[in-house]
């Protein structure tokens, strides 16, 4: 009987630790403490320096916190030409409060831009490279090199490591069936 409960332990603990690590993803809110906002005028390339902090993974989620504005996924025409907008008239969707998550499903470039032209035009757009599960950079034929980072003093704020969350429920299963 005891090795049947060991064997049902062990079962689940495996269950539990390989869920857990399907699981593994972060969330990261674009701009840290600033959130999603025109920039300075002398810090045009602020969200170039957030996203270069980060190595983001498939998976993973990015927010986008917001006052009197908002945010759309851009092609990379659109990301470098500021010309791109959600409605076709040149100010997108009407300008509001709010966050917008956004999963990064696949691996490759994302560019995201303020809907407002003149706020793109002013910096408020990101580039975001997302690598596959096994961490190497993706290949894809819209690549483009990351802009140069620029010095930045903001802590971001992204959930624990699930994978870390797992090993150590993972532990405590194992010492609790042991």
């Known amino acids: 009987m005891a090795s049947l409960n060991s064997l049902l332990c062990a079962l689940l603990v495996t269950a539990t630790v390989s869920s857990l690590a399907a699981a593994a993803a972060n969330l990261y809110k674009v701009g840290d403490a600033d959130g999603w906002r025109v920039p300075e005028q002398n810090n045009s390339d602020m969200y170039a320096a957030w996203a270069d902090k980060y190595l983001f ?20 025409t659109g990301y470098y030409h500021c010309n791109e907008t959600g409605d076709g008239d040149g100010d997108g ?10 999963v990064l499903d696949q691996p490759g470039f994302y560019y995201y831009v303020s809907s407002n032209v003149e706020h793109c035009k002013r910096g408020q ?12 950079p993706s290949t894809d034929i819209d690549a483009a090199p990351a802009p140069a980072p620029a010095a930045s003093s903001t802590v971001s704020w992204r959930m624990a490591p699930i994978h870390e969350l797992a090993a150590v429920i993972g532990a405590l299963l194992f010492v609790a069936c042991s």
């Open 57 to 76: 993974h498939v998976g993973d989620s990015i927010v986008f916190e917001y006052k009197n504005d908002s945010v759309l996924r851009a092609s990379k």
């Open 93 to 102: 969707p009407t300008p509001k409060d709010g966050a917008t998550v956004f």
């Open 125 to 136: 757009r990101v580039m975001i490279r997302a690598a596959d599960g096994g961490n190497s």
